[in-house]
């Protein structure tokens, strides 16, 4: 149901996210995570507020262009399924209908940490090591 839900450039519903998160969570061994991607709508953030109960402290907003995003996922090489061009274009259409708000919702409560993408590995990771620090 995951794999069909991804090719088709959807995003998994809230719950079954969530329930995944929550299991990951609960089998860490450390109080501090990082969640890749997560909350990506409203409907997720709620969600993840409810579930686990708690609000992140931080977000990170890697911040990139859409021709940048094409370029790396189609060139990424991994095999998936959601690595083509049409399927792409509609994940960039989700992610300003559906995560943008997000964005805004942290940016407003002074949790975002906007990151700017674009660049090298190393320049990136320069940028964002300071999130890291404490």
Do not use: W
Request: charged fraction near 30%.
């Amino acid at each position: 149901m995951i794999l069909e839900t991804i090719s088709k450039g959807k995003i998994v519903s809230s719950e079954v996210t969530v329930k995944l998160l929550k299991s990951a969570i609960e089998s860490g061994e450390t109080q501090r995570f990082l969640i890749d991607g997560f909350p990506r709508s409203e409907e997720n953030r709620i969600a993840y507020e409810q579930i686990i109960g708690i609000e992140p402290e931080v977000v990170l907003f890697f911040d990139c262009n859409e021709e940048e995003m094409m370029k790396r996922v189609l060139h990424r090489n991994q095999g998936r399924v959601d690595d083509n061009i049409d399927t792409t274009k509609e994940r960039f259409r989700v992610f300003e209908a559906y995560t943008l708000p997000v964005i805004r919702y942290y940016s407003q409560k002074g949790k975002l940490h906007k990151i700017n993408a674009i660049g090298t590995e190393d320049e990136i990771f320069e940028r964002v090591q300071p999130m890291f620090a404490t």
